[in-house]
């Protein structure tokens, strides 16, 4: 269960290297049993913060908190070994030369019996009851990242660090370690942070999501806000393909080939965006003879041509050339739909899912579901 009292709670943090700022002004709050995933595009600065709530990084800047006392600032920072957390890495730097029980029992304190149980404990969880005599070598990578996760949770950390743990894994398997570890951190109440690079491993396995561009999170928010409400068009960007669509503000509404979209608060003249994802643009065929009337849900159609058509298992993606201004767009469609190239077609996007940004700022102006009937 979430409460208020944070458990680990990042303050303005920044971090320099050779006068490089890296993380800039960067606040952040993980409460118990949540799942926060640090995500951006590579370089961005995810590692560094895992790092300064870690202690294995002082900030330059900055404050970090757990459970309401200070690890570290500017002045001084707390070695990992003092604070309430535990780390898990991609590689899963098990000891060779140790079994499995005594891996897991490595940072545990308390009586030998004390440690024994709790490693037995741990080990039924990881479901590698009989593994303890088992060395590091003579298991599977699933089963490696396993025992790091008992080995990380031995002496009941506050927080979980996480930095791409998973990636090392084979597709096949990682699914179900995602999942059967997420359960055992809730069960746990442990807070985790999560570094990753992979929106769908975030999508899949956070409860908020916080996203990183240049040092600094540009939104956070849980998954659905953050994949149906992005900041801007990179944020947009970020989980899928996206179709954008170019207008100018005229009396505080832009016209496109789709229709016109509100956008208050932008002066006249101003260059804005319409961003839409091709999951959410509708295609029909075009008949020539038979006018095609706008909907409140879609909008205005407009016509293009098929320049290439894709198969993708369960759905089909679909490119087209516009007649107004030669742009290519992408539609995504559920099933086999696979319309020969030249193929007329007219396109329309759902009105609810398209965001409108000014171009210099990029931030989010409205919602253009408010937009009227053309
Ligand atoms: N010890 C260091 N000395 C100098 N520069 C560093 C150091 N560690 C990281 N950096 C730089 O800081 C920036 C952020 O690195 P960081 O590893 O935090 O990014 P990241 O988002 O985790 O990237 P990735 O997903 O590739 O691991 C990068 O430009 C990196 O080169």
């Not at 009337?293 to 894709?310: D, K, Y």
């Not at 759902?350 to 990029?362: E, K, L």
Request: hydrophobic share 40%.
């Amino acid at each position: 269960m979430l409460t208020a009292t944070p458990r680990l709670e990042m303050t303005q943090l920044s971090r320099d290297y050779d006068g490089v700022r890296v993380v800039s002004d960067l606040s952040l709050t993980l409460s118990p049993g949540e799942v926060t995933c640090l995500l951006g595009p590579s370089g961005c600065g995810k590692s560094t913060t895992l790092r300064m709530a870690a202690g294995v990084e002082g900030p330059s800047a900055g404050t970090v908190n757990i459970d309401g006392e200070r690890v570290a600032d500017a002045s001084f920072s707390l070695p990992p070994e003092q604070r309430s957390v535990g780390l898990m890495f991609q590689d899963f730097a098990l000891f060779p030369h140790l079994d499995v029980a005594r891996n897991v029992a490595f940072g545990l304190k308390g009586s030998r019996s004390e440690k024994a149980a709790r490693v037995t404990e741990l080990l039924d969880r990881v479901g590698l009851s009989n593994y303890g005599t088992k060395f590091p070598h003579q298991l599977s990578g699933g089963e490696q990242q396993r025992v790091a996760l008992a080995r990380a949770l031995a002496p009941r950390p506050a927080i979980m660090l996480m930095d791409e743990p998973f990636s090392g894994l084979d597709n096949r398997l990682r699914d179900g370690i995602r999942d059967r570890t997420l359960d055992i951190l809730r069960e746990e109440g442990t807070a985790v942070l999560l570094v990753t690079h992979e929106p769908d491993e975030a999508m899949r396995m956070a409860d908020k999501i916080a996203l990183m561009r240049d040092g600094r999170i540009v939104q956070i928010g849980a998954p659905y806000t953050i994949y149906a409400k992005p900041v801007d068009q990179k944020a947009a960007a970020f989980f899928s393909d996206v179709n954008v669509v170019h207008g100018v503000v005229q009396d505080r509404q832009t016209e496109t080939p789709f229709g016109l979209f509100l956008t208050p608060g932008l002066v006249d003249g101003a260059d804005v965006e319409i961003v839409f994802r091709p999951q959410h643009c509708r295609l029909d065929f075009d008949r020539k003879d038979t006018p095609v009337h706008p909907t409140v849900e879609h909008g205005v159609p407009a016509r293009g041509t098929v320049i290439r058509a894709r198969f993708m298992g369960n759905q089909s993606l679909v490119e087209l050339e516009m007649d107004h201004d030669g742009s290519l767009l992408k539609a995504v469609v559920p099933g086999v739909f696979m319309p020969p190239v030249g193929t007329p077609l007219v396109l329309s996007l759902r009105r609810d899912h398209a965001h409108v940004f000014p171009c210099a700022t990029q931030s989010r102006v409205s919602n253009p579901w408010d937009t009227p009937k053309d």
